[in-house]
């Protein structure tokens, strides 16, 4: 009797190191998905960040542009206010000339 309880204890023990050995080898191939996933993760962060810095320039591009446009029609509105109140220091010259102001 004494022989079978040893030997169930021995199948036991066999067992407890089999599932150790087991689960040791999960947990080595739990942490290699792991590290793959967080290098995937990595790889793809770098890709967004390299696309948001390919946008932000596209903008900059855009609101360079823009400023040109602007300034160029506040160059014209600028050229148009002193034309338009040359103009009316003309007319005004010329009413006062002929007696009508």
Aim: charged share 40%; aromatic share 4%.
């Amino acid at each position: 009797m004494e022989g079978q309880i040893l030997q169930a204890v021995k199948e036991l023990l066999h067992e407890v190191r089999e599932m150790r050995t087991e689960m040791e080898s999960l947990k080595q191939e739990m942490r290699a998905e792991m590290e793959s996933f967080k290098q995937e993760m990595r790889a793809e962060m770098e890709s967004f960040k390299q696309e948001i810095r390919e946008e932000i320039k596209e903008l900059h591009v855009r609101i360079g542009k823009l400023e040109t446009k602007v300034d160029k029609l506040h160059d014209k509105f600028e050229l148009h206010a002193q034309k338009q109140w040359q103009t009316e220091a003309d007319v005004y010259r010329l009413k006062k000339l002929i007696g009508i102001e």
